[in-house]
């Protein structure tokens, strides 16, 4: 079946600083993946659409210049937060959209658990 | 606008009992509907789709136009399906969640 994976699980940072997250797709080409975060005990909420080579689409209220996402190619895309702050530590998911016999279909990757200090 | 619910946060059963969660939808067109699940500390996998209509780990779910409902039912109940369940909708061109709903089997 097709993996999603994601790097780091977890990290810890403090307040200020940058954090990069990486969302891979293992075995297929992914033209889309997409950024999830979970806050405990809630559902997914997404912040945005990332399609290769292009910008990424942020949802309403998703500060694009806090939350940067890159899609450098059809198996990676990145999520970089940038000046942390403790309000920002949550769980991010990726997804990668993958064209499947019945349909297209998304796979999640593991989530990275972000806390800041 | 809340385009999927669920309308139970939690959902407790005794085992070999029949389970059913609730998917409310709203959207015009024709749905394209899903349930996710999330284990304990594993990630969020594909359980069925609604247009495959194939039954996984004794699931099954029907849509219901005319209620606009999504349910997934189980007839007996494990307790290896304690999880989180999400109902979910593609809706222009990405998938949007319910809230979610906790399911526990009690033996």
């Known amino acids: 079946g097709a993996v999603v994976s994601q790097h780091p699980s977890w990290v810890i940072c403090k307040s200020g600083t940058s954090v990069k997250i990486e969302c891979r797709s293992l075995d297929f080409q992914a033209t889309t993946m997409f950024w999830y975060r979970q806050f405990p005990k809630q559902s997914l909420m997404l912040m945005a659409t990332?399609?290769?080579?292009?910008?990424?689409?942020?949802e309403q209220g998703v500060e694009k210049d806090k939350f940067l996402i890159n899609h450098a190619s059809l198996t990676l895309s990145t999520l970089t937060v940038t000046s942390a702050h403790p309000e920002d530590s949550s769980f991010y998911i990726c997804?990668?959209?993958?064209?499947?016999?019945?349909?297209?279909?998304?796979?999640f990757g593991p989530g990275t658990r972000l806390l800041v200090l | 606008a809340q385009r999927v619910t669920q309308p139970e946060k939690l959902l407790s059963v005794f085992k070999g009992a029949p389970v059913e969660l609730k998917c409310n939808y709203s959207?015009?067109?024709?749905?394209?509907l899903f349930w996710y699940v999330q284990y304990s500390r594993q990630r969020l996998q594909l359980l069925l789709r609604h247009i495959s209509r194939e039954s996984i780990k004794g699931f099954t779910a029907d849509l219901n136009k005319g209620e606009t409902s999504f349910h997934l039912k189980k007839p007996f109940a494990q307790e290896e399906d304690s999880a989180m369940y999400y109902c979910a909708l593609i809706y222009g061109n990405k998938l949007v969640f319910g809230a979610g709903t906790i399911l526990r089997v009690k033996s």
């Open positions: 997804s990668a959209r993958r064209n499947w016999r019945e349909g297209e279909t998304q796979y």
């Open positions: 959207y015009s067109g024709s749905p394209e």
């Open positions: 990332s399609n290769e080579g292009s910008k990424a689409t942020y």
